[in-house]
């Protein structure tokens, strides 16, 4: 059973507008999330996190929002920008490894 | 610079082959992950490690096996290859007492034909 779902699998977005990822979880023990980018060929890279006593944090264009109630978080981007063009990994914890989203694969389209 | 390294890149086996993928990190991380990449799921996680001579089953561990003798290495061996084990493999490590903040190698790419 899936802890950690994005539904969707990929999203087009145009340069310079807002590309908004989604992710939700159903383990209420889950107190860390993570949002990691993966490009073709390499591992991924750990892109920003929140805690679950915060609702947002942000980290220049990138923004993640919690919905504790909705079990629910979301990744901003703004502006995207061609090079954000990657497969977008939502990770969930709960002093247990990471779990990881099936991912969500972002095209900025020029 | 400290890293975490994968080899090989890319391996190409025979069905029932035991086949051993390398991990070696140089940050000094106690703990250590191995997942696996499936187009459809996402990155699973197939067994890790908390320090020396500690290992731990994941998901997805039948048919894999780890040992962790040093803090720099955690091998990954698959007893009698599959064609289902055909994926990329990644290994990741982290701080002591943290489970976040996973350091990615580059990953292993096999084959198992």
């Known amino acids: 059973d899936q802890q950690v779902k994005q539904n969707s699998p990929s999203l087009s977005v145009q340069e310079g507008r807002i590309s908004i990822l989604n992710c939700d979880y159903t383990?209420?023990?889950?107190?860390?999330f993570l949002w990691y980018k993966k490009y073709p060929a390499e591992g991924p890279t750990f892109l920003i996190s929140?805690?679950?006593?915060?609702d947002k944090n942000e980290d220049g264009r990138f923004t993640v929002f919690l919905n504790k109630s909705a079990k629910h978080l979301s990744l901003h981007i703004v502006p995207s920008q061609p090079g954000d063009s990657a497969v977008y990994f939502c990770?969930?914890?709960?002093?247990?490894?990471?779990?990881f989203g099936k991912g969500t694969r972002l095209s900025v389209i020029a | 610079d400290a890293e975490i390294t994968q080899s090989p890149r890319h391996k190409i086996t025979e069905t029932g082959r035991q086949v051993t993928l390398a991990c070696h990190q140089t940050?000094?991380?106690?703990?250590m992950f191995w997942y696996r990449q499936d187009l459809g799921h996402g990155l699973r996680l197939i067994h890790y490690s908390y320090g020396v001579q500690d290992t731990n089953k994941g998901e997805v561990s039948d048919g894999y096996s780890v040992s962790r003798s040093n803090t720099e290495d955690l091998p990954l061996t698959l007893e009698s290859a599959a064609s289902s084990q055909t994926s990329v493999y990644f290994c990741?490590?982290?701080?002591?007492?943290?489970?976040?903040?996973?350091?990615f190698g580059s990953g292993t790419r096999l084959t198992v034909v």
């Open positions: 929140i805690s679950s006593i915060k």
């Open positions: 383990n209420s023990m889950f107190d860390y």
């Open positions: 940050w000094n991380h106690n703990n």
């Open positions: 990770a969930a914890s709960g002093n247990t490894p990471l779990v």
């Open positions: 990741a490590s982290s701080p002591t007492g943290i489970n976040y903040g996973y350091t």
